[in-house]
């Protein structure tokens, strides 16, 4: 199983995995009465996760935002958590977002995580190629949002809050300037995974979720 740094949903501390998401589904294993520990989930880049759930059998990533483009790609579990994504910029910018054209129509320079599904929803409204600036993390974006070398991060909000405050940046500089999507995330697993170990965790967690 892998995962990345998504605070508060999943992330690492202290050498253990940990987050909302993380502890659900653990406790969904143990009602299953699966063999499926902390020890077992990796944390990486979200690019390098993806891609090993796309291509290993009997491999899961979380927390995935389910999509259309992203629904044949994996078998499902879920849901876990509904989040909403946003643009935000630094609290005192003058930066006003009515739709996504209003990215490219004023040039604005957004970060975005390689291979997060803010990257495609935006590429999927329209936003160019040359609008968009990737890293491996969202404190990165963060960073470059601070020292002004981009002007907008797009992500999930709370996340964003969360990391910014565990890393010494003062979350009362960031503004939400607009809400570009939302939707259910979910454990994503390969297709050759063992139906009936998904099938187990998936009614584990609808007990759970009752």
């Known amino acids: 199983m892998y995962t990345e740094n998504y605070p508060p949903y999943n992330y690492e501390q202290n050498g253990t995995i940990q987050g ?4 659900l589904l653990l406790r969904a294993a143990r009602r299953a009465k699966l063999d499926i520990n902390r020890s077992d989930i990796n944390v990486v880049p979200w690019a390098r996760a993806f891609s090993a759930a796309r291509n290993n059998p009997d491999t899961c990533v979380y927390t995935t935002m389910r999509t259309v483009k992203r629904e044949p790609l994996f078998t499902w ?19 006003e977002i009515d739709s996504l054209q209003d990215v490219q129509r004023k040039d604005y320079l957004v970060g975005v995580v390689i291979e997060d599904v803010c990257e495609h929803l935006l590429r999927r409204g329209g936003v160019p190629e040359d609008n968009l600036q990737g890293s491996h993390s969202a404190l ?5 949002l601070k020292r002004g070398r981009i002007d907008l991060v797009a992500y999930d909000e709370l996340t964003l809050k969360y990391v910014a405050g565990q890393n010494k940046i003062d979350p009362s500089i960031l503004k939400t300037v607009y809400v570009f999507g939302s939707g259910d995330h979910y454990l994503a697993c390969n297709p050759r995974t063992n139906a009936t170990v998904l099938n187990r965790l ?9």
């Open 140 to 144: 990165l974006n963060l960073r470059k």
């Open 202 to 210: 998936q009614n584990a967690l609808d007990e759970l979720n009752r």
């Open 20 to 23: 909302v998401n993380t502890e």
């Open 77 to 95: 579990v879920g849901p876990l958590v509904n989040t909403e994504k946003v643009l935000v910029a630094l609290r005192g910018s003058e930066i």
